[in-house]
T-cell receptor
Framework: SQQGEEDPQALSIQEGENATMNCSYKTSINNLQWYRQNSGRGLVHLILIRSNEREKHSGRLRVTLDTSKKSSSLLITASRAADTASYFCATDPQGAQKLVFGQGTRLTINP | NAGVTQTPKFQVLKTGQSMTLQCAQD?????MSWYRQDPGMGLRLIHY???????DQGEVPNGYNVSRSTTEDFPLRLLSAAPSQTSVYFC???????????FGPGTRLTVT
């Protein structure tokens, strides 16, 4: 089964609103990453948060990590049409040499 | 600096045929990996490599082989294609699994 699971699977909001996506995982991790994928393209790295960090910002992106709940959230503020994409979390489980991706959240920004 | 390149972009195979998906990177990164992406399944790890000469299996390795003779190249071989291998395949490279992964543009494979 997947290490990381995103919630919701799909999200549709109006331009200018904030979008929040969540990621839950099962085992202890070293870090967690978020990626964006535009339709038909490869994944692009957005942000990495380490297990000893609780919050990280990058432009309009804010990521939080709660290791006690084994969950992370990605907040996109003041959304734009160009933010329409799928968003994936990826975890680096402790003791494993692998990076494991979740199933993704499909975000649609309506004009 | 091309980053990660994948060839071909599209491929149609008949059941039972074999082929190799090519992946090359010019960033001198040690860690490379192959994923397949299916609708509703996200990305699933097929094989990965932590350096030249070292490979290991991911979640869904059956039906696929890899080798890593150089730092730059990490080809994925389909031994005997099956319709279940119809998917989009992505190659990625990075300094290590704990770092940002750089993805190629993908290969869309259809097996009939």
């Amino acid at each position: 089964s997947q290490q990381g699971e995103e919630d919701p699977q799909a999200l549709s909001i109006q331009e200018g609103e904030n979008a929040t996506m969540n990621c839950s995982y099962k085992t202890s991790i070293n870090n967690l990453q978020w990626y964006r994928q535009n339709s038909g393209r490869g994944l692009v790295h957005l942000i990495l948060i380490r297990s000893n960090e609780r919050e990280k910002h990058s432009g309009r992106l804010r990521v939080t990590l709660d290791t006690s709940k084994k969950s992370s959230s990605l907040l996109i503020t003041a959304s734009r049409a160009a933010d329409t994409a799928s968003y994936f979390c990826a975890t680096d489980p402790q003791g494993a040499q692998k990076l494991v991706f979740g199933q993704g959240t499909r975000l649609t920004i309506n004009p | 600096n091309a980053g990660v390149t994948q060839t071909p972009k599209f491929q149609v195979l008949k059941t039972g045929q074999s082929m190799t998906l090519q992946c090359a990177q010019d960033m001198n990164h040690e860690y490379m990996s192959w994923y397949r992406q299916d609708p509703g399944m996200g990305l699933r790890l097929i094989h990965y490599s932590v350096g030249a000469g070292i490979t290991d299996q991911g979640e869904v390795p059956n039906g696929y082989n890899v080798s890593r003779s150089t730092t730059e190249d990490f080809p994925l071989r389909l031994l005997s294609a099956a319709p279940s291998q119809t998917s989009v395949y992505f190659c990625a490279a990075s300094p290590g699994r704990i770092y940002e992964q750089y993805f190629g543009p993908g290969t869309r494979l259809t097996v009939t």
